[in-house]
């Protein structure tokens, strides 16, 4: 009861929220408020018992996402939204109207919240619930159903996240020099001792906490992709605590575009292998000496390919941005 | 061994190649590999339709799971000829993509750029082949993204600004799709396309299952450019790199229609599509898109956007294809996908070689040019003679399928409109054609020469496809026949 | 037990969730996205009790680090203008306006 | 009736997100903006599909000793995915407003409009 | 049984430590005296919750994860609200000395 509770609480509050960020001007309030959007989102989906989906959300919605929207207002230099008269608004309020009744028409038919005899949850889902422990031997059946079962929308996702990194490189990578900086300061770092000194020590902290969760996956929430993140935030959180040109020496950009490439080779070789060996694209059966031992190492592989690749482009886009205007 | 795994090598290859061409040193040898890849990619496309054709329809579980539990390829005479299609086109393009893209593109993007070149052609051919609805989608997202990114890498600084309008049409209507393969999952609970079309009929007296059809129906319509929600189109088109805009313009729209006749008549139930208004819709859109897409060509002084235009229009005539939903129709659908991809690839060659010789395609900057650049010219000749529809190219057997159609339903409106948009095409073809050969030589162009060999080969390749297709109309007409007998319209 | 201390947090969410929508200004916000981040943690926490899944910790635990993650970055960008000078800029544009 | 109510609610809410952010895409000139209402209209689709897998009682589906009811881990799969797209839109997406803002001195939609007007 | 006892206040003092704190983000005039009231509210909070949490599970994986928890929050807690108030004071915010009637901004 309470779950359902804190479920309708979390819900207005996320109403709340977005009707916020639509009628708000100042881009950076609106990003912070996008910052407790996602965080609030996140809880709802832990609430509903999606734990991987909560984690992905709070790693990508709060950090990734609100660090490059806040790179992007420091880069454009605008603080404010215009809001200009001559828009006509009684077109897209139409259109976003007709689209809001013919949802809410489509929802009527559907089972109520939570109805396990919904057509949803009895048609392939309860496969993956009775078998899924049994012939991939992990626990997690999300894991099981996202690297094996759906490996192929998988490797999509990865592939999605480096087309972004490539994409990002192609339309920023490029030098570019601000006219107004002439002087080529030496990185001082100014920021505060105390910053410093509990980043030192959190960084560590988070390095292992990631490399668990990459490896823990199997078991409980997490995976490559959130191990990608978390990683990645460990390094951005450095790049903001001792400087860009840190963090640079610390990984090369270079280096980074190898790994990035390398994540996705990795996940499509372990396909090709497997085609070798004789079994379909994917099929980790063929990896081991019985199924289970197959579909358990080609997961830990493919796993560790999304882990490289995300953090890799993730931690590319941001350098990108950060590093965009340097002087 | 290979035999069987044909389908997926032909997404898996330029996956594994396109990380790789992303690290590859400057120079050529990104674009060697990326000709490599797409050479391979369209042999295996060809042995593919040909198995097909011979022996049926191929299913291909991945990763060893059995359908609807894993996610399924399923090959048939549609996808196969589509894949032929795309991996075509690509193996057309590259060749002439060496001296366009070193003109255009700077050189230390090169191998991003083929690396983002390899992504977009994987993500078309991966919604091509798949037979899983949310794999569709994450395969549009991928050619989607990189298209995004090649389309801003144009010269002008409005590449940036129509790459960006595009991402927000495309991502508003991958959404869209989302939104309605999630309400259909709530009722069926499965995801794959033959399973959906086995459980659909069942459900599909709801108002989820409307709901979720006019949602997917929406977002691909978005990626379609279908009328009136094609105004991404033109700028996008205008803007890219000649070498993207004249891969996207022979495939990308193609691979969105093909998703469309997927949904719409396999996936769906006939009986559920035709108690929709849908099409009547697409009639309408096809009716209004030709007119109006051809009168602003007309209008246009930039070739590029008088060309993007015209694709809108052409896109009419796809629309009304679908939207009378008879054998005829359709087998004119598919054949118009091929020839279309011929045309606009020969004409969109012909304007970037242009390009590259003079830097710019206004109307006004090209007059004469026609006389320095004659097989060029030539080019742009046939191809723009296929475009109006004249007998003895390829764009004739579409349109003479499509009019039969109309005949035979007594759509006398279509018939006037297609014949008035054809009329219309010859109007615009003509101001190009008057510009290029009729005019006096602008003095501020310094004269110029023939492209090299490398531009105008891959050009007339497709040029005399379209010559060949318009004289021998056994393969395509045939395949397309084939094709559409598998997606279950018969004949009456 | 563990329904009264969510409801407790509940509250003091939807309060902070005021001041952040209130302003006035962004350090107001900032310090209210601080504060609801380290809420929600909690949130989770209990509710990782209250259903046993203590599995929902290591969410918890990534919501810290990612709250932490992001109000550095906030910082840094309010006090220096961007992600790579360190030179301060002028801030005072940023933090007047009443959005 | 209140059943109904309860039972629809979340599916409710994520619409109203999903108008929300729909009318900030299409109806706001920032750039920035749009795509921060774009994310928003992302993240009400991962609520409705969340939604349909949740199963009352159920628990996460992680396999424990004892538990019968887990809820639906196909979704959860599928968002995760979204999830994802949905950054790298977001990345791609933001790094075009800051060559767009480079090229054209400004953010605003009505402005870059006139500035290619008037070329 | 004890433990048990011990947990629960703890637990009830922490939240209501939590409203305290929400309470105080609105009851203060400036930014200075608000993050004062939520920065001190929000660690003893934090703590008491988690302490009372710890204490019902025993000595565990989870107690380790509660006391990472832990370290995070009252690491981040103070070094943002340090970092904040000093951000504010750069970017120009005078604390506010004596009260007024209706005074928020600077």
Same mark, same amino acid.
């Given at each position: 009861?309470?779950?359902?509770?804190?479920?309708?609480?979390?819900?207005?509050?996320?109403? *709340?929220?977005?009707?916020?960020?639509?009628?708000?001007?100042?881009?950076?309030?609106?990003?912070?408020?996008?910052?407790?959007?996602?965080?609030?989102?996140?809880?709802?989906?832990?609430?509903?018992?999606?734990?991987?989906?909560?984690?992905?959300?709070?790693?990508?919605?709060?950090?990734?996402?609100?660090?490059?929207?806040?790179?992007?207002?420091?880069?454009?230099?605008?603080?404010?939204?215009? *809001?200009?008269?001559?828009?006509?608004?009684?077109?897209?309020?139409?259109? *976003?109207?007709?689209?809001?009744?013919?949802?809410?028409?489509?929802?009527?038919?559907?089972?109520?919240?939570?109805?396990?005899?919904?057509?949803?949850?009895?048609?392939?889902?309860?496969?993956?619930?009775?078998?899924?422990?049994?012939?991939?031997?992990?626990?997690?059946?999300?894991?099981?159903?996202?690297?094996?079962?759906?490996?192929?929308?998988?490797?999509?996702?990865?592939?999605?996240?480096?087309?972004?990194?490539?994409? *990002?490189?192609?339309?920023?990578?490029?030098?570019?020099?601000?006219?107004?900086?002439?002087?080529?300061?030496?990185?001082?770092?100014?920021?505060?001792?105390?910053?410093?000194?509990?980043?030192?020590?959190?960084?560590?902290?988070?390095?292992?906490?990631?490399?668990?969760?990459?490896?823990?996956?199997?078991?409980?929430?997490?995976?490559?992709?959130?191990?990608?993140?978390?990683?990645?935030?460990?390094?951005?959180?450095?790049?903001?605590?001792?400087?860009?040109?840190?963090?640079?020496?610390?990984?090369?950009?270079?280096?980074?575009?190898?790994?990035?490439?390398?994540?996705?080779?990795?996940?499509?070789?372990?396909?090709?292998?497997?085609?070798?060996?004789?079994?379909?694209?994917?099929?980790?059966?063929?990896?081991?000496?019985?199924?289970?031992?197959?579909?358990?190492?080609?997961?830990?592989?493919?796993?560790?390919?999304?882990?490289?690749?995300?953090?890799?482009?993730?931690?590319?886009?941001?350098?990108?941005?950060?590093?965009?205007?340097?002087? | 061994?290979?035999?069987?795994?044909?389908?997926?090598?032909?997404?898996?290859?330029?996956?594994?190649?396109?990380?790789?061409?992303?690290?590859?040193?400057?120079?050529?040898?990104?674009?060697?590999?990326?000709?490599?890849?797409?050479?391979?990619?369209?042999?295996?496309?060809?042995?593919?339709?040909?198995?097909? &054709?011979? +022996?049926?329809?191929?299913?291909?579980?991945?990763?060893?799971?059995?359908?609807?539990?894993?996610?399924?390829?399923?090959?048939?005479?549609?996808?196969?000829?589509?894949?032929?299609?795309?991996?075509?086109?690509?193996?057309?393009?590259?060749?002439?993509?060496?001296?366009?893209?070193?003109?255009?593109?700077?050189?230390?993007?090169?191998?991003?750029?083929?690396?983002?070149?390899?992504?977009?052609?994987?993500?078309?051919?991966?919604?091509?082949?798949?037979? +899983?609805?949310?794999?569709?989608?994450?395969?549009?997202?991928?050619?989607?993204?990189?298209?995004?990114?090649?389309?801003?890498?144009?010269?002008?600084?409005?590449?940036?600004?129509?790459?960006?309008?595009?991402?927000?049409?495309?991502?508003?209507?991958?959404?869209?799709?989302?939104?309605?393969?999630?309400?259909?999952?709530?009722?069926?609970?499965?995801?794959?396309?033959? +399973?959906?079309?086995?459980?659909?009929?069942?459900?599909?007296?709801?108002?989820?299952?409307?709901?979720?059809?006019?949602?997917?129906?929406?977002?691909?319509?978005?990626?379609?450019?279908?009328?009136?929600?094609?105004?991404?189109?033109?700028?996008?088109?205008?803007?890219?790199?000649?070498?993207?805009?004249?891969?996207?313009?022979?495939?990308?729209?193609?691979?969105? &229609?093909?998703?469309?006749?997927?949904?719409?008549?396999?996936?769906?139930?006939?009986?559920?599509?035709?108690?929709?208004?849908?099409? +009547?819709?697409?009639?309408?859109?096809?009716?209004?898109?030709?007119?109006?897409?051809?009168?602003?060509?007309?209008?246009?002084?930039?070739?590029?956007?008088?060309?993007?235009?015209?694709? &809108?229009?052409?896109?009419?005539?796809?629309?009304?294809?679908?939207?009378?939903?008879?054998?005829?129709?359709?087998?004119?659908?598919?054949?118009?996908?091929?020839?279309?991809?011929?045309?606009?690839?020969?004409?969109?060659?012909?304007?970037?070689?242009?390009?590259?010789?003079?830097?710019?395609?206004?109307?006004?900057?090209?007059?004469?040019?026609?006389?320095?650049?004659?097989?060029?010219?030539?080019?742009?000749?046939?191809?723009?003679?296929?475009?109006?529809?004249?007998?003895?190219?390829?764009?004739?057997?579409?349109?003479?399928?499509?009019?039969?159609?109309?005949?035979e339903q007594d759509s006398w409106i279509s018939v006037v409109v297609i014949l008035v948009g054809s009329l219309l095409a010859a109007v615009y073809i003509g101001k190009l054609i008057e510009a290029l050969y009729f005019k006096p030589a602008v003095d501020s162009n310094p004269a110029v020469n023939e492209v090299p060999f490398s531009m105008l080969a891959p050009t007339w390749i497709l040029v005399l496809a379209n010559i060949y297709f318009g004289l021998n109309t056994e393969l395509t007409v045939g395949v397309a026949e084939h094709?559409?007998?598998?997606?279950?319209?018969?004949?009456? | 037990?563990?329904?009264?201390?969510?409801?407790?947090?509940?509250?003091?969410?939807?309060?902070?969730?005021?001041r952040a929508l209130l302003g006035p200004t962004v350090y107001d916000r900032i310090a209210a996205v601080n504060m609801f981040g380290t809420k929600t943690v909690l949130l989770i926490a209990v509710l990782a009790f209250s259903s046993g899944r203590t599995d929902l910790l290591d969410i918890a635990l990534v919501y810290a680090l990612i709250n932490f993650t992001g109000v550095v970055?906030?910082?840094?960008?309010?006090?220096?203008?961007?992600?790579?000078?360190?030179?301060?800029?002028?801030?005072?544009?940023?933090?007047?306006?009443?959005? | 009736?209140?059943?109904?109510?309860?039972?629809?609610?979340?599916?409710?809410?994520?619409?109203?997100?999903?108008?929300?952010?729909?009318?900030?895409?299409?109806?706001?000139?920032?750039?920035?903006?749009?795509?921060?209402?774009?994310?928003?209209?992302?993240?009400?689709?991962?609520?409705?599909?969340?939604?349909?897998?949740?199963?009352?009682?159920?628990?996460?589906?992680?396999?424990?000793?004892?538990?019968?009811?887990?809820?639906?881990?196909?979704?959860?799969?599928?968002?995760?995915?979204?999830?994802?797209?949905?950054?790298?839109?977001?990345?791609?997406?933001?790094?075009?407003?800051?060559?767009?803002?480079?090229?054209?001195?400004?953010?605003?939609?009505?402005?870059?409009?006139?500035?290619?007007?008037?070329? | 049984?004890?433990?048990?006892?011990?947990?629960?206040?703890?637990?009830?003092?922490?939240?209501?430590?939590?409203?305290?704190?929400?309470?105080?983000?609105?009851?203060?005039?400036?930014?200075?005296?608000?993050?004062?009231?939520?920065?001190?509210?929000?660690?003893?909070?934090?703590?008491?919750?988690?302490?009372?949490?710890?204490?019902?599970?025993?000595?565990?994986?989870?107690?380790?994860?509660?006391?990472?928890?832990?370290?995070?929050?009252?690491?981040?807690?103070?070094?943002?609200?340090?970092?904040?108030?000093?951000?504010?004071?750069?970017?120009?915010?005078?604390?506010?000395?004596?009260?007024?009637?209706?005074?928020?901004?600077?």
């Open positions: 009861m309470i779950e359902v509770f804190i479920d309708i609480i979390l819900l207005s509050f996320i109403a *709340v929220t977005a009707v916020a960020i639509l009628r708000m001007t100042n881009l950076f309030a609106i990003i912070m408020l996008f910052g407790i959007f996602s965080f609030l989102s996140a809880s709802l989906f832990a609430v509903m018992d999606a734990v991987d989906v909560a984690f992905t959300e709070a790693a990508v919605g709060a950090g990734i996402s609100t660090v490059l929207m806040l790179a992007t207002i420091a880069l454009t230099k605008t603080q404010k939204e215009k *809001v200009s008269v001559s828009h006509r608004h009684w077109l897209p309020l139409s259109v *976003v109207i007709v689209t809001g009744a013919v949802l809410v028409y489509g929802t009527l038919d559907l089972p109520a919240f939570g109805d396990p005899e919904a057509p949803a949850q009895t048609h392939v889902a309860p496969y993956y619930i009775d078998k899924a422990v049994e012939e991939t031997g992990l626990p997690n059946m999300v894991t099981s159903v996202l690297a094996s079962y759906r490996g192929f929308d998988t490797l999509g996702e990865v592939v999605v996240v480096f087309t972004a990194g490539v994409a *990002v490189l192609l339309l920023l990578g490029g030098k570019h020099r601000i006219s107004d900086t002439g002087t080529n300061e030496i990185e001082k770092n100014e920021h505060s001792l105390i910053l410093r000194v509990v980043a030192k020590f959190l960084i560590p902290l988070i390095i292992v906490f990631a490399l668990y969760v990459q490896f823990h996956g199997d078991f409980g929430p997490g995976g490559g992709f959130q191990a990608g993140v978390i990683l990645s935030a460990a390094i951005i959180l450095y790049t903001l605590v001792f400087g860009l040109d840190a963090a640079e020496r610390v990984i090369p950009p270079s280096i980074l575009r190898i790994l990035a490439s390398l994540g996705v080779l990795i996940y499509t070789g372990v396909g090709i292998v497997t085609i070798l060996l004789g079994g379909n694209y994917l099929n980790y059966s063929v990896l081991g000496d019985s199924k289970v031992a197959g579909q358990h190492l080609g997961i830990l592989l493919v796993e560790l390919g999304v882990g490289i690749a995300v953090f890799a482009v993730l931690l590319v886009i941001f350098l990108t941005f950060a590093g965009r205007g340097r002087p | 061994m290979m035999q069987g795994h044909l389908c997926i090598l032909l997404v898996v290859i330029p996956l594994f190649a396109a990380p790789i061409a992303a690290i590859l040193p400057r120079g050529r040898l990104p674009w060697a590999a990326a000709l490599i890849v797409t050479s391979v990619c369209f042999v295996l496309a060809g042995m593919q339709l040909w198995s097909v &054709v011979q +022996d049926g329809v191929v299913s291909y579980e991945l990763g060893g799971w059995a359908p609807p539990w894993g996610i399924e390829y399923r090959i048939d005479a549609v996808n196969a000829f589509m894949a032929l299609i795309v991996s075509g086109i690509a193996a057309v393009t590259l060749p002439y993509a060496l001296l366009s893209a070193e003109k255009e593109i700077p050189e230390h993007l090169i191998p991003l750029f083929y690396s983002a070149f390899l992504l977009c052609f994987t993500g078309l051919l991966g919604i091509t082949l798949t037979g +899983d609805i949310f794999n569709v989608f994450v395969f549009l997202e991928i050619s989607s993204l990189s298209s995004y990114a090649l389309i801003s890498l144009g010269r002008k600084r409005q590449a940036l600004t129509s790459a960006y309008q595009y991402l927000i049409m495309g991502t508003l209507g991958a959404t869209f799709f989302l939104i309605g393969v999630g309400l259909i999952y709530s009722q069926t609970g499965t995801l794959n396309m033959v +399973d959906l079309a086995a459980r659909l009929p069942q459900v599909s007296s709801l108002n989820t299952i409307h709901t979720g059809f006019a949602f997917i129906i929406t977002g691909i319509a978005l990626k379609l450019a279908l009328f009136p929600l094609h105004l991404w189109l033109p700028n996008a088109y205008t803007y890219a790199p000649s070498v993207i805009t004249l891969f996207l313009s022979a495939t990308a729209t193609k691979v969105a &229609v093909y998703v469309m006749l997927r949904i719409l008549f396999s996936v769906f139930p006939s009986d559920f599509v035709s108690t929709t208004p849908t099409g +009547d819709l697409f009639l309408l859109s096809g009716i209004a898109g030709i007119i109006s897409a051809s009168v602003y060509a007309i209008y246009q002084v930039d070739v590029k956007r008088l060309l993007a235009y015209s694709s &809108v229009a052409q896109i009419g005539y796809i629309a009304l294809g679908i939207g009378f939903a008879s054998f005829t129709s359709l087998t004119a659908t598919l054949v118009h996908l091929f020839n279309h991809a011929l045309m606009k690839g020969a004409l969109f060659m012909a304007i970037g070689s242009i390009i590259y010789r003079v830097g710019k395609c206004h109307m006004d900057s090209i007059h004469g040019l026609g006389r320095q650049m004659p097989w060029t010219f030539g080019a742009i000749i046939v191809g723009g003679f296929s475009l109006i529809g004249v007998p003895g190219t390829a764009g004739f057997i579409s349109k003479w399928y499509l009019v039969l159609t109309a005949i094709a559409i007998r598998v997606l279950g319209v018969t004949a009456e | 037990m563990y329904t009264a201390v969510s409801l407790a947090i509940l509250v003091s969410l939807g309060l902070v969730l005021a970055a906030v910082m840094r960008l309010v006090t220096y203008g961007s992600f790579h000078s360190s030179r301060k800029a002028d801030t005072k544009s940023v933090t007047a306006d009443k959005g | 009736m209140m059943d109904f109510i309860i039972g629809h609610y979340n599916y409710w809410v994520s619409i109203f997100l999903m108008m929300v952010g729909f009318y900030a895409v299409i109806s706001r000139g920032n750039l920035v903006k749009k795509i921060i209402g774009m994310n928003v209209f992302q993240v009400s689709v991962f609520l409705l599909y969340i939604s349909i897998s949740t199963v009352e009682q159920g628990s996460a589906p992680i396999f424990t000793e004892g538990v019968e009811l887990y809820s639906n881990p196909l979704p959860h799969v599928l968002i995760l995915t979204a999830i994802v797209v949905g950054v790298a839109t977001t990345a791609l997406g933001l790094a075009l407003v800051v060559r767009i803002k480079e090229a054209y001195g400004t953010i605003e939609e009505d402005e870059i409009h006139e500035l290619d007007h008037t070329l | 049984m004890i433990i048990d006892i011990l947990s629960w206040i703890l637990l009830l003092g922490g939240g209501l430590l939590g409203i305290i704190g929400g309470i105080g983000m609105h009851w203060f005039p400036d930014v200075y005296s608000r993050q004062h009231a939520a920065g001190t509210t929000d660690t003893l909070c934090a703590m008491l919750i988690l302490l009372g949490l710890a204490l019902q599970a025993g000595f565990s994986l989870v107690t380790f994860k509660l006391a990472l928890i832990f370290i995070f929050l009252l690491f981040t807690n103070p070094t943002a609200s340090h970092a904040l108030a000093n951000a504010a004071m750069q970017g120009g915010l005078r604390p506010q000395l004596e009260r007024t009637a209706g005074g928020d901004n600077p």
